[in-house]
């Protein structure tokens, strides 16, 4: 003869699956938080000047992640140089790479046009904020 459980098990049981499934929510949402990613809680832009290092690192036709910072500088003709947040505009995760003209987000795959910042495939949807960036005594300098 089989007993079925207690109605005061079951409420145990029901309450044990329900704090489970809340506690793995509340783990998914804290990794798509800005906080839990390499964003941290900092400014997705430089707050004063930064410098970078040589200008002659950034290619010409090509762009350079410069991750630590945060930034990402193209160049798109001697001599000319654009600078870009290199934090996702969705959770705020640092990317990572860029592959073929395309800064990459790790956390959900978003994908950046590195020379005008423009989101090339969600989840974000806003482009990435521009940074003022001059060459000084060729040196970058960023914000």
Request: aromatic fraction near 2%.
């Amino acid at each position: 003869m089989s007993a079925s459980p207690s109605p005061a098990r079951r409420t145990v049981l029901r309450g044990a699956a329900a704090l489970a499934g809340a506690a793995g929510a509340g783990a998914a949402l804290a990794a798509c938080s800005a906080e839990s990613s390499t964003g941290g809680n900092t400014p997705a832009t430089p707050t004063a000047p930064v410098e970078l290092g040589a200008a002659a690192e950034v290619p010409v036709g090509g762009a350079k992640l410069y991750r630590e910072r945060k930034l990402i500088v193209s160049c798109p003709a001697e001599g000319e140089y654009k600078a870009f947040s290199a934090q996702c505009t969705h959770a705020g995760c640092v990317l990572d790479k860029i592959v073929e003209g395309e800064g990459n987000c790790p956390c959900h795959g978003s994908r950046f046009d590195v020379a005008t910042g423009k989101v090339l495939r969600g989840p974000a949807t806003d482009p990435l904020p521009a940074v003022p960036v001059k060459a000084e005594n060729g040196k970058l300098v960023a914000g």
